[in-house]
């Protein structure tokens, strides 16, 4: 079964940055592309970030020139570099393939005060 472990979330002030990290099972990270989503009280779920196996990567717009994802293949870790954020960013945000599978993990809190 496919796991996937998120780290790095934090509480932060509003112009702030944080890493996320999501270590992911090797052969599953190694054949799927990958995603960052997020979930904030009271809201849907939602893709913030997706990288395909070869490294190419989209973001959403609300996001867009302050988020970076990445992937390290070796060492089946995924990351989301966040600069400049806001408090709109504060949610829970989980790693998972894109499209997401039914496993999900167990999360990373992120809070931006203001």
């Known amino acids: 079964q496919v796991q996937m472990l998120e780290s790095g979330g934090d509480s932060v002030q509003a112009g702030g940055s944080l890493r996320l990290s999501c270590a992911v099972s090797r052969d599953f990270f190694k054949w799927n592309n990958m995603g960052w989503y997020r979930e904030a009280p009271g809201k849907e779920r939602e893709l913030v970030a997706r990288?395909?196996?070869?490294?190419?990567?989209n973001y959403n717009d609300s996001v867009k020139g302050r988020f970076t994802i990445s992937r390290d293949n070796a060492g089946a870790t995924l990351y989301l570099q966040m600069d400049s954020l806001k408090p709109e960013d504060t949610a829970a945000y989980y790693c998972?393939?894109?499209?997401?599978?039914?496993?999900w993990g167990q999360g990373t809190q992120v809070t931006v005060s203001s």
């Open positions: 998972n393939s894109f499209p997401s599978t039914r496993t």
């Open positions: 990288i395909t196996t070869s490294g190419r990567a």
